[in-house]
């Protein structure tokens, strides 16, 4: 009879394990279906699509859709500390840098509440973990979703293909500036913005290597910025875009505290090198390799932070063989890490013209 008991035990496991995976990807598509609908919300309020970022280390397009995800008080936490000022002078103490340092010198009660925000969370990802906060270079909220960025020279394939989206989608109201943003046909981009002094917002002047992550005031003061895209930039209609999906977080990066790439606070770009935001986007392309097959992928798998690895490029989940995207009509699919990198790319870029689908 024990025995018995024990096998009926061993098939009943399967089943029951299957049916909360199912749960949780269900739950995981309602997530992305609130992102989707957040950033239509910000679209009818503002008249404008939400930046994918406002800056070098400034609030991303997850805490600009906060209000829309039922976070008002956080959004209005984040405006307290001036996060979004358009300045006339940076001083990282009046506008402080939306970073890890930021983070790391909250209370406690406002790190949990910023980690509370579910909608940002995969179940079957991070789990129950929801905050880093240890070390104040990596500090900051856990999530699961990212922006897609998508560039026109994706065909030669890999991650460098398609960045550094932080420098070249900047429109400088500077007419010394040359930047050609117009070869990014991904959903969102940076706002318009004006510098203080532009003479320090030239590619000659960052291509010098100096200061490549604008710790000098002058390289991050705004004095405005404004927002750039509305809906009509999704040439190709909205079922047809792809916004969001589900990130590759590897495993090992869950208990290590020195790794950005899974919060969702400030944009983090390097502006002359391919590891771009890889925490509040990534990139699709034509590269073979753009999906995670799991969040243990031992083609992903490392000890080194995922800015210096292939890691950060990645999209995938905690799924089995699945990744969720969002499209611009809201509706959320589930789409095989099997699927081909071309037609991912096809739905991202807003204007290729192409008609592609994922049924």
Request: hydrophobic content about 40%.
């Amino acid at each position: 009879m024990i025995a018995i008991i024990g096998v009926l035990i061993a098939l009943l496991l399967p089943a029951v394990q299957a049916a909360r995976e199912a749960a949780r990807r269900a739950q995981c598509a309602n997530h992305l279906k609130q992102i989707g609908l957040a950033v239509h919300n910000f679209h009818d309020t503002e008249r404008y699509l939400p930046p994918i970022a406002l800056f070098q280390s400034r609030p991303t397009i997850h805490m600009f859709l906060l209000p829309y995800v039922e976070q008002q008080a956080l959004y209005n936490m984040t405006v307290d500390y001036n996060l979004y000022a358009k300045a006339t002078v940076f001083d990282d103490t009046s506008i402080p840098l939306c970073t890890g340092h930021w983070f790391a010198g909250l209370s406690t009660q406002e790190k949990e509440s910023f980690g509370a925000v579910s909608t940002y969370r995969c179940p079957s990802g991070n789990g129950s973990k929801k905050y880093k906060g240890i070390n104040i270079t990596a500090a900051g909220p856990l999530s699961d979703y990212v922006a897609l960025v998508a560039k026109y020279d994706r065909v030669t394939g890999g991650p460098e293909n398609a960045g550094p989206w932080s420098a070249h989608q900047t429109y400088v109201n500077n007419p010394a500036s040359n930047w050609d943003f117009s070869y990014f046909c991904g959903p969102f981009r940076i706002p318009v913005l004006t510098p203080i002094d532009p003479s320090s917002w030239t590619p000659q002047t960052w291509a010098t290597g100096a200061d490549i992550n604008h710790t000098e005031p002058q390289r991050r003061s705004i004095a405005n910025w404004e927002l750039r895209d509305t809906m009509a930039h999704w040439q190709d209609g909205t079922s047809n875009q792809l916004i969001f999906a589900e990130k590759h977080v590897p495993a090992w990066t869950l208990t290590e505290e020195s790794v950005n790439s899974n919060l969702w606070n400030g944009g983090w770009h390097i502006a002359l090198t391919a590891g771009n935001a890889y925490n509040i986007a990534r990139p699709v392309s034509s590269n073979a390799n753009m999906f995670a097959r799991g969040p243990s992928d031992p083609n992903t798998q490392g000890t080194a932070p995922p800015h210096n690895s292939t890691t950060s490029y990645k999209i995938g989940s905690g799924h089995v063989s699945i990744v969720n995207f969002v499209k611009g009509d809201g509706s959320v699919s589930a789409v095989s890490v099997m699927a081909e990198p071309m037609l991912i790319w096809r739905l991202t870029c807003v204007n290729d013209g192409v008609a592609a689908s994922l049924n």
